[in-house]
């Protein structure tokens, strides 16, 4: 009963470098999101997907991208890693009737 | 705008005694509320959720929430706070974007600190 799937969980960059997360679902949810968490600011959403092939920017969606090629696949991407990119990234994803956002563990990011 | 206002930021109880753990929403309407809670390095798991049924909504291990329109409030509580209670707990409204899709608004969170 895997639900949603995070990987890498840990992950330091330096400065400039790319990297990409992957976030996979079984539920068979058409909604997906990637959420980054600071200290004190809660959730903040960084692109949604409404379904396969579809994104949409969030509330902090500058130095990131994302791609939905797949139902069950959610990937968030960073081109040119930045140090205020240092964050816990959470992937989630619902059935939009139900409205219950299901969370993967996380990836933890440290840009140097 | 819409917001989730989570008025304490940390609260500390002792084994045994109630928990409450209080939230306020802004809204034109009543939204669908939730409330998540993280334990240390782990994501958010659901506790409960309230979509326009029964006022007061039970959830997971012993919480509760009352939805309170008058008061635009979702306070969270539990009769008697156990140790493994200690996480940090989110308060979070659903409402509808302009586009049509949902939009989740999260409160900062309040940290829950259980004395032995």
């Known amino acids: 009963n895997a639900g949603v799937t995070q990987t890498p969980k840990f992950r330091v960059l330096k400065t400039g470098q790319s990297m990409t997360l992957l976030c996979a679902q079984d539920?068979?949810?058409?909604?997906m999101y990637w959420y980054r968490q600071d200290p004190g600011m809660g959730l903040r959403l960084i692109h949604y997907s409404v379904g396969e092939g579809t994104t949409a920017k969030g509330e902090v969606p500058d130095g990131y991208n994302v791609s939905r090629l797949k139902k069950q696949n959610f990937l968030l991407g960073l081109e040119s890693a930045a140090p205020s990119q240092t964050s816990v990234y959470f992937c989630?994803?619902?059935?939009?009737?139900?409205?219950?956002?299901?969370f993967g563990e996380g990836s933890r990011l440290t840009v140097l | 705008a819409q917001s989730v206002t989570q008025l304490d930021s940390h609260v500390s109880v002792s084994e045994g005694t109630p928990v409450l753990l209080r939230c306020n929403y802004s809204?034109?309407?009543?939204?669908?509320l939730f409330w998540y809670v993280q334990h240390p390095n782990k994501g958010l798991q659901l506790l409960l959720k309230y979509t326009s049924a029964a006022t007061l909504v039970k959830g997971i291990n012993g919480f509760e929430a009352e939805f309170k329109k008058s008061e635009t409030s979702f306070h969270l509580t539990k009769p008697s706070a156990h140790m493994s209670d200690a996480a940090e707990y989110f308060c979070v409204a659903r409402s509808y974007r302009d586009s049509g899709t949902y939009k989740y608004i999260f409160g900062t969170g309040t940290r829950l600190k259980v004395l032995a």
């Open positions: 809204s034109s309407y009543s939204p669908s």
């Open positions: 989630a994803s619902s059935r939009g009737v139900t409205g219950e956002l299901f």
């Open positions: 539920m068979n949810h058409e909604y």
